[in-house]
């Protein structure tokens, strides 16, 4: 018998959803492109405005965070190390955050820009300064502030607050226990449905270039049947990687991506325009810094062009669908990185890279064509994308090598998508766990490889693109939430408060608020869940090896202390409060004639305000415990 460790109503609802769509595909690909795609335009038509000022205020949040006091905040207890090398985790975000698109687009996109520009003449060097302006905003900082929002949020309520590794931890600010119920279920199953269909797109996209490469190198057939075997292949190695884990397999594999990716970058550079390629990069980046905002909130309203629709509100809408597998991938690597640390490495480094290798191979293949390629390679670029990279290395020495290398380099890329993937698709069915049964992370390893089989046979890929896209307009404002959750959460943290949130549940406030509480209940609350919670603390650190903590009790409360050789101990004390209820009557007005209410508070020998605990539960006591323990233990 199988063993599970899974959330079944995401792990099936998911599945039947995704189920669903496939067979429509495959069923009525034109009809359901037909639908799909009428969608996609009327919201990106509708709301393009929207994701424009989304991702506008996605960077803005994200560089508040970044240079403000919450950057000094640590995505796991304050005393955690990173889980892995700077150098392994950069290897990562970049495999998972760009993949298969940056060969896919590296040659195509710059010139298609050149060639086809919004505002300048068509293959002028106006047009050309233009295409790498362009392509620098789609591929930099806005599409990783877009994956740096999701990841840094599921990365602080994951490592830091110890929930669930899942989508619906980001809302706990603003929903608290009802994330657990099917407003959170809805939201993860959302968010598998996006990163499968997400995936199984760009796959679409990696194999049809691989098979390019292939036909143009060694001569083999250049059809869906073949594409369908690469995918057979890739994906058997995908799953043995997936099996490995991400210590392991996604690792390795991100490193060797990433040397790949230079070596071939650095090729190019030295066999191509070298001085001009380092002087475009320096210019190509100053350009873009001085249309930077221009760029972030321009929509052609005065002049409305078909061209946005078809590229930047593409690009932001695709970013956004993408952002819960990124987000939840990066999120899952970055444990004991300070939040100012997670936003700088996700932010700069990643598009730095971008940015130098959309130069080296965008500016060579602009550069080509008014040469010696003579507008070659704008035609090859028309007539068929896939194949754009492989027309731009017959102008380069070494042409078969620099091919393999680029088919290579496209596999390898093609497993870390789909292994990665897998592992954020199955620790968002499997409720946060990372230690799951083998039999599920092959399970969605196997559903990835499938659905982009089947979509290529069925020629439905175009109309499962557009149906993510249209998905995206509801995860991003599940994003907007996840922002004002997670600043709601920091804010409470840095002043040391506990969030409503953490509080009792909505029937005991109400209590509170109709029947407040008397002395007796305050008392009876401090015996059946206080005490029982410090206990539970001091015997936990008793096992941990620390001795020099006792509990004691009065006829006012009961208190934790633990002792330290320099004689500032911790002191952590529970006791009931009383206060005047509101006045109804003038008569009332005066203190002494009003009725009291009595809160079970608690409060630290740091001398900070007494924090109201009144209906916490056994567990909510002791994550608050901790919470100030760690403080005074990295101040002792």
């Given at each position: ?125 106006t047009a050309a300064r233009e295409a790498m302006v362009i392509t620098y905003t789609h591929w930099g900082v806005h599409a990783w502030a877009v994956y740096a929002v999701v990841g840094l ?39 598998i449905c996006g990163t499968l269909f997400g995936i199984a797109t760009s796959l679409g996209l990696g194999v049809a270039q691989m098979n390019s490469g292939l036909h143009y190198v060694f ?48 090729f190019v550079l030295v066999a191509g325009p070298t001085l001009f390629l380092l002087r475009a990069y320096v210019q190509n980046f100053g350009l873009y810094l001085d249309h930077f905002f ?343």
């Open positions: 018998m199988l063993t599970t460790k899974m959330n079944p109503r995401v792990f099936w609802g998911a599945s039947a959803i995704a189920g669903a769509l496939l067979l429509l595909a495959l069923i009525a690909p034109s009809t359901s492109g037909l639908i799909f795609g009428a969608a996609q335009a009327w919201v990106i038509d509708t709301f393009g405005w929207f994701y424009v000022a989304s991702v506008a205020g996605f960077l803005l949040f994200v560089t508040v965070l970044a240079v403000g006091p919450t950057g000094r905040l640590k995505l796991g207890p304050d005393d955690a190390e990173p889980d892995f090398p700077y150098v392994s985790w950069l290897a990562m975000l970049f495999a998972a955050g760009m993949g298969i698109g940056l060969m896919y687009f590296a040659v195509a996109e710059p010139v298609q820009h050149y060639i086809a520009p919004p505002e300048a003449q068509p293959g002028t060097l949020s599921l990365a602080y309520f994951a490592h830091r607050k110890g929930l669930p590794l899942t989508m619906r931890s980001s809302l706990y600010p603003l929903l608290g226990k009802r994330v657990n119920g099917w407003l959170g279920d809805a939201v993860d199953i959302f968010a001569g083999l057939p250049s059809n869906v049947i073949m594409q369908v075997g690469l995918i057979a292949v890739v994906m058997g190695a995908a799953t043995i990687s997936v099996l490995t884990g991400v210590d392991k397999g996604v690792r390795r594999l991100s490193e060797l991506n990433l040397v790949l990716a230079v070596c071939l970058m650095l221009v760029r972030t909130f321009t929509l052609y309203a005065y002049e409305p062009r078909a061209w946005m629709a078809d590229w930047t509100l593409f690009y932001w809408a695709w970013w956004i669908a993408w952002s819960p597998f990124v987000g939840m991938f990066i999120a899952r690597i970055s444990r004991g990185r300070t939040v100012r640390e997670f936003l700088i490495g996700v932010l700069l480094v990643p598009s730095a890279f971008t940015f130098l290798w959309m130069t080296v191979f965008g500016n060579s293949a602009m550069s080509l064509d008014l040469g010696v390629a003579a507008g070659a390679i704008s035609e090859a670029v028309q007539t068929d994308l896939s194949t754009a990279l492989f027309h731009f290395f017959e102008y380069l020495p070494g042409t078969a090598v620099t091919s393999l290398l680029a088919i290579a380099l496209v596999a390898v890329f093609f497993v870390t998508s789909a292994d990665s993937g897998s592992l954020v698709i199955d620790t968002l069915a499997s409720g946060g766990a990372e230690d799951t049964p083998r039999w599920q992370r092959i399970y969605w390893c196997v559903l990835q490889g499938l659905a982009a089989a089947l979509l290529l046979l069925a020629g439905g890929l175009g109309a499962l693109q557009a149906a993510t896209l249209v998905a995206a307009l509801p995860f991003a404002v599940i994003m907007i939430l996840a922002c004002f959750g997670l600043a709601r959460q920091m804010n409470a943290d840095l002043k040391g408060e506990a969030l409503e949130t953490e509080a009792p549940p909505i029937g005991e406030r109400l209590k509170r608020i109709f029947s407040p509480a008397s002395r007796k209940d305050i008392a009876r609350q401090i015996e059946r869940q206080a005490a029982p919670a410090l206990v539970e603390v001091r015997d936990a650190l008793s096992n941990e090896g620390v001795d020099h903590s006792r509990v004691e009790a009065d006829e006012n409360g009961v208190w934790l202390v633990v002792e330290h050789a320099n004689g500032r101990d911790f002191l952590y004390r529970i006791g009931a409060r009383s206060r005047p209820l509101p006045a109804l009557t003038a008569l009332e007005a005066p203190e002494g004639r009003r009725a009291l209410e009595w809160r079970m508070t608690a409060q630290t020998g740091d001398g900070s305000r007494p924090r109201d605990l009144t209906g916490f539960t056994r567990t909510q006591i002791v994550a608050d415990v901790l919470d100030h323990l760690q403080r005074w233990r990295l101040a002792a």
